[in-house]
């Protein structure tokens, strides 16, 4: 052992600058090296060592990454990296208390028994090491070191309830996942590390959570070895690990290894449990406040003296057992289980023949499992690297090359980064290793940059899936309760602090769909204390807006420009709704009444507008008696009431009466009492939705297409739908209200008990085909009877008639001569319809050999004869539902025909049947024969007339 002129110990708890000490120490010497237990935090240290010395003088040295300049005085290294034999000034181990460690123990006590500078060695750790370096290290002397700041523990705490700057400390890969998950629902985001991720990913990590974009880290106990973070508190959401072979619980110094993190040089550190962990035992938590553990008592140790005669000499040397009671042989290490593996494979124990091919294979055996697969599977991957090495004197550069471009994508989840990377990180460290690939240079620049694209790849992926910095950035601020400046776009888009939270629709904020139900509390918090302001400028925006701007929808919904701000409900008369305003309560009562306000003077105008006609109907004081009765029941139904529904009240009124009402512009029709201007879209549109609210209808139907006069007819519709819209029933379709009197008039002259044809200007005011227009007239209660007859072709002057006989003579072959017994049928025909009053009867199923009534016989038939059955006396027709008007004597008829005098009271139109009509109920439309008037004998005008009548 050699003997080294200083060797001291410096121990302590966590956060006592040790490291910090050993480097000051290192640079106070011409040549140094430093041995640390992870490649991330030798990154750390190389870094500071160059921001004090330069690139040139600084070496670094990991298994997989080599940076060594020409002129190298201090040495990077991890534990396992450090080179034999450097010979320099100052050599320093970390966290030596790692002796102990089953896995990696037996390198750390081979440093602390043997690895010696010339001037001074320093070995940095805890306290529980003291006896044993004291028994080990003859000569060693011992600096005890106190932590800068406290360490309390809290007991357990949700993570909801964490406080920032927190790390949770979970011991397996999906625990990690899943907490890192609940946090950026809850909290905005969190830094993921774990031993797995490559050092350029952890960097990457950590530098989210130094830089305060994120305020909580999870990760694995990977954390505790030296790592300095800006960590307050640390919460084990486990207190059990599995450690390669078994589960077990965690010892207290193991415990206080990660706790100490919490708490940066002299600011205190807390410590507790979350989740479902139980409290900690009482003593771990007196031992971790006092920093004060049981020693180690043993030491891991592999016989480090190795010889390589043969493969089954190299092995009998590794399980070589000490006598030393301070140390312990360690169990079965990965390297020595894949050697063991390769001895048993035929052609590597072929190849493995003299003391040159033994030590390489010992070095092949040695590259770590980075992937994790388990022994049987790596060490197949070693076997054909030591077939290369030992046939080629290298690992082939195609082979090579086919492995690492296979594993140069970024594309996939986290998993399947994370596993490239792991492979990956198997190339990188052989193509580290001196002599083990030719173009040295270029495959630990390609490896190299292969694995900086996957660290990145993997670290974003991180940082997409776990980092929502939008919330994070406004949660931190709505708890420091900074005034946050909220922006509003000509679209709506709301930005806080920079950040896209949503969309503001009218008076209401929508939160970003791409959050969650937490994210979306989060975000609506924020928004909420930035866009005061907005909301009250917005609101005055409004109410000074013009009416041009605001509408209603046929659902009764308000609305400003695109944005919904409103609905209509019933208020206590049909004609005075009332709103209800779409406004966040966050807006505050003022921004509500204000808008509220607004939106009832608009309804208010409108309906005053709209409904002017029977508004004033309405208010008209100067009615009186049934008049003003009659009024009132005009604006219950909105201006538009079936004549069947007041048929009693319209015949009460008296001539005066009508004549106040007709004033107000209300036409007293044969189907409907209305005012015509009330027909026009915008009112037809708005009596629609004030009706719709009056009846309490869910759903409200849409107003007809205006400037039809006809329209299909809904299915489903509310009873009185029709009314309201301005239409009528009919069959399969739905005909105007004023277009149905204007039919009225046009049918009052027609003979409806023998029947009539449609003429061209009833066709025409439908705008309907001749088919439609029989399907319309059977729906108001005809029977339409379909004939057929001879088309009558106009014959020009000019084309004199020629006989039969001479186109004979012209073109024998031009006549036909008729089959015998056929009968001539015209060239061409056309169909007419006869309508006459009296629903369509039920059509029979004729016997079999029963020949069809000819259309025309049909079509002659008394009235109410179909078939062989007779005509029913009185018919089954419909009970007519209105009747026309009686109007006094010489008064002019809504649709413009003039009374005949001389009638007495009680003899009006229907009263009797008239002339030669079969008695029974009169038909629609349909005007009654004037009394003929009696002849004075004495009027020679009126006997010459006579006489001329009788001619």
Not at 646 to 657: F, H, N, R, S
Request: glycine fraction near 8%; charged fraction near 25%.
């Amino acid at each position: 052992m050699p003997t080294p002129t200083r060797v001291t110990a410096v121990l302590g708890p966590t956060n006592t600058g040790k490291t910090h000490y050993a480097i000051d120490r290192m640079l106070s010497y011409r040549t140094g090296i430093i041995g640390l237990p992870l490649r991330l935090l030798a990154r750390e240290v190389y870094d500071r060592i160059v921001a004090a010395r330069g690139p040139s003088v600084v070496a670094l040295v990991t298994g997989e990454e080599r940076i060594i300049p020409d002129r190298v005085q201090y040495w990077v290294c991890t534990v396992e990296a450090m080179p034999d034999g450097m010979g320099c000034d100052f050599v320093a181990i970390d966290e030596i208390q790692l002796c102990a460690d089953p896995e990696r123990g037996h390198i750390f006590t081979d440093r602390l028994m043997y690895a010696r500078g010339l001037h001074e060695t320093l070995f940095l750790g805890s306290e529980t090491m003291r006896p044993a370096i004291a028994a080990l290290v003859p000569g060693v002397q011992f600096i005890r070191r106190e932590r800068f700041s406290t360490l309390t523990y809290t007991g357990p705490q949700k993570i909801a309830r964490m406080p920032e700057r927190a790390a949770i400390v979970a011991f397996s890969v999906d625990e990690v996942y899943a907490i890192a998950e609940y946090i950026r629902r809850t909290r905005g985001g969190a830094a993921v590390v774990m031993g797995a991720l490559s050092p350029r990913t952890r960097n990457a990590q950590v530098a989210l959570f130094q830089s305060g974009d994120v305020d909580y880290l999870v990760a694995t106990d990977a954390i505790g070895m030296g790592l300095n973070l800006d960590i307050s508190h640390v919460a084990f959401s486990a207190l059990r690990k599995f450690d390669g072979h078994r589960m077990r619980d965690l010892h207290a110094d193991e415990l206080a290894q990660i706790a100490g993190r919490a708490g940066r040089h002299l600011s205190p550190g807390t410590f507790g449990v979350t989740g479902d962990v139980p409290e900690m035992d009482a003593e771990d938590v007196a031992a971790i406040e006092a920093h004060q553990f049981r020693p180690v008592s043993r030491l891991q140790w592999r016989n480090s003296r190795l010889q390589f005669g043969s493969v089954n000499r190299l092995i009998q040397t590794l399980e070589e057992k000490t006598q030393n009671p301070w140390l312990g042989r360690v169990r079965e290490s990965d390297d020595l289980a894949a050697l063991k593996a390769l001895a048993g494979n035929p052609e590597v124990f072929a190849r493995a023949t003299d003391g040159k091919s033994v030590q390489l294979l010992w070095d092949v055996c040695r590259i770590p499992d980075f992937r994790g697969l388990g022994r049987g599977e790596h060490a197949g991957m070693l076997a054909t690297i030591y077939n290369f090495m030992h046939q080629f004197g290298a690992v082939p550069g195609d082979y090579l090359a086919q492995q690492v471009q296979r594993l140069d994508r970024t594309d996939g989840n986290i998993d399947t980064l994370a596993k490239r990377l792991a492979h990956i990180r198997t190339w990188t460290y052989v193509s580290q290793r001196k002599g083990w690939v030719r173009e040295e240079s270029h495959w630990r620049a390609e490896t190299r940059a292969v694995e900086d694209r996957l660290s990145d790849a993997l670290h974003n992926a991180l940082t997409q899936r776990f980092v929502d910095r939008r919330t994070s950035v406004l949660a931190r601020r709505l708890k420091q309760k900074e005034v946050l400046v909220a922006e509003v776009s000509d679209k709506g888009e709301v930005t806080v602090e920079g950040e896209f939270v949503g969309r503001l629709e009218g008076f209401r904020f929508r939160a970003d769909k791409a959050a969650t139900p937490d994210e979306a509390k989060t975000l609506r918090q924020a928004a909420a204390v930035a866009l005061a302001p907005q909301f009250h400028l917005r609101a005055d925006r409004f109410y000074n807006a013009p009416d041009t701007e605001i509408d209603f929808t046929e659902q009764g919904g308000l609305m400003w420009g695109e944005h919904a701000v409103g609905k209509l409900v019933a208020g206590s008369e049909p004609l005075r709704p009332q709103v209800t305003v779409f406004v966040d309560e966050e807006a505050g009562a003022e921004v509500i009444q204000k808008v509220q306000r607004r939106l009832q003077h608009f309804i208010d105008r409108k309906i005053a507008a709209a409904m002017e006609p029977l508004l004033a109907l309405t208010k008209d004081e100067a009615l009186t008696g049934l008049a003003r009765g009659f009024a009132y029941r005009m604006g219950e139904h909105f201006g538009i009431i079936p004549r069947g529904e007041v048929a009693d009240e319209v015949k009460a009124l008296d001539q005066e009466a009508r004549s106040a009402l007709r004033k107000h512009g209300i036409r007293f029709g044969q189907m409907t009492v209305f005012q015509p201007l009330l027909l026009k879209p915008a009112p037809t549109r708005l009596r629609l939705v004030l009706w719709s609210l009056a009846k309490g209808l869910n759903e409200f139907p849409d107003a007809p297409p205006p400037g039809l006069v006809t329209v299909p007819a809904v299915q489903g519709a509310p009873a009185g739908y029709y009314a309201m819209a301005g239409y009528r029933a009919a069959g399969e379709r739905a005909i105007r209200i004023d277009m149905l009197e204007r039919l009225a008039d046009m049918l009052r002259d027609k003979d409806s008990r023998a029947g009539f044809e449609a003429s061209a200007d009833m066709l025409s005011i439908t705008g309907l085909s001749l088919e439609q227009f029989a399907a319309l007239m059977e729906g108001i209660g005809y029977q339409a009877v379909k004939a057929e007859r001879p088309k009558v072709r106009a014959v020009k002057a000019e084309e004199p008639a020629v006989s039969t006989e001479e186109t004979a003579e012209a073109a024998p072959e031009a006549v036909e001569t008729p089959a015998e017994g056929a009968t001539d049928v015209p060239a061409e025909v056309e169909v007419f319809y006869t309508f006459t009053w009296g629903a369509r009867p039920q059509r029979r199923e004729r016997p079999e050999g029963q020949r069809r009534r000819p259309a025309a016989a049909a079509a002659t038939a008394p009235e109410g004869a179909t078939g062989d059955k007779p005509a029913r006396k009185g018919g089954d027709r419909p009970r007519r539902d209105f009747k026309s008007d009686a109007k006094p004597e010489g008064e002019r008829s809504e649709g413009g025909r003039p009374r005949g005098k001389g009638g007495k009271p009680g003899q009006g139109r229907g009263d009797k049947p008239r002339g030669d009509k079969p008695a029974g109920r009169q038909a629609p439309f349909e005007a009654q024969a004037p009394r003929p008037a009696k002849i004075d004998p004495d009027n020679p005008f009126a006997m010459a007339l006579a006489s001329f009548k009788t001619k």
